[in-house]
């Protein structure tokens, strides 16, 4: 991204009734845009919650429908996963083109076979990776009680905000990062919490949330790298 007054907030693993509302409250208040990638698991038990992210006015794309390593399984697998997540999302908003799509796990970015597929899917599709991290996915661990959750997501977002790839950059946090971690019954103040945090540091740096723009034209030689 050029624009280094803005920052895109990614979100994964969304939604959750517990906490996508009030994540949905903490973007609007802060007047924050972001990107969701949702998973299909989810997402089916909470449809209304899609629709309320769409009429928020945030980007929502497919992480997939099963939470797995999805570029470790066949092609055909790979597209009918992907296929049943965006049947679901795009009931909700029309299939943005071109797609962004991140996979569980981060799977398949240094995969010409997963790049070469997903452009199959849909042209253009490009995987989406970040550059600073709130490394949630373990926040929750390092919790004992519910007293430790603001001082853990602080030092989280601290490390974030210090981060020199802040500015211009896309960032990654979970709505309750799906895991088998201990501390899960934190997951949920861990999630609401990191992003209050996140969206007072980066207003406090006049850092503007932006939803990402859409990926720039294949490079002419990458046709021939991935095709
Ligand atoms: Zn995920």
């Not at 905000?161 to 201990?182: C, K, S, Y």
């Amino acid at each position: 991204m050029a624009d280094r007054g803005t920052v895109a907030i990614t979100i994964d693993d969304a939604p959750m009734p517990d906490t996508t509302p009030a994540m949905l409250d903490l973007l609007d208040h802060f007047g924050a845009k972001a990107t969701f990638f949702m998973s299909g698991c989810r997402a089916a038990d909470a449809p209304d919650l899609i629709a309320e992210t769409v009429r928020r006015g945030h980007a929502v794309y497919a992480h997939g429908w099963d939470h797995v390593r999805l570029d470790r399984e066949p092609t055909s697998r790979l597209l009918d996963d992907m296929e049943r997540c965006e049947a679901l999302l795009s009931v909700h908003r029309p299939t943005p083109q071109p797609y962004l799509v991140r996979l569980p796990y981060n799977g398949g970015r240094r995969s010409a076979r997963i790049h070469r597929a997903l452009a199959r899917w849909r042209p253009g599709c490009a995987l989406v990776h970040w550059g600073p991290s709130t490394e949630d996915h373990m926040t929750a661990t390092r919790c004992t009680s519910a007293d430790d959750v603001e001082a853990e997501c602080r030092k989280d977002v601290e490390r974030l905000l210090a981060d020199p790839r802040l500015a211009g950059g896309i960032l990654l946090m979970h709505d309750q990062p799906i895991n088998e971690r201990p501390g899960s019954q934190f997951k949920p103040a861990v999630t609401v919490t990191m992003l209050r945090l996140l969206l007072e540091g980066l207003a406090q740096r006049s850092l503007r949330s932006v939803t990402l723009p859409p990926p720039p034209p294949q490079a002419w030689w990458q046709r021939f790298i991935l095709a």
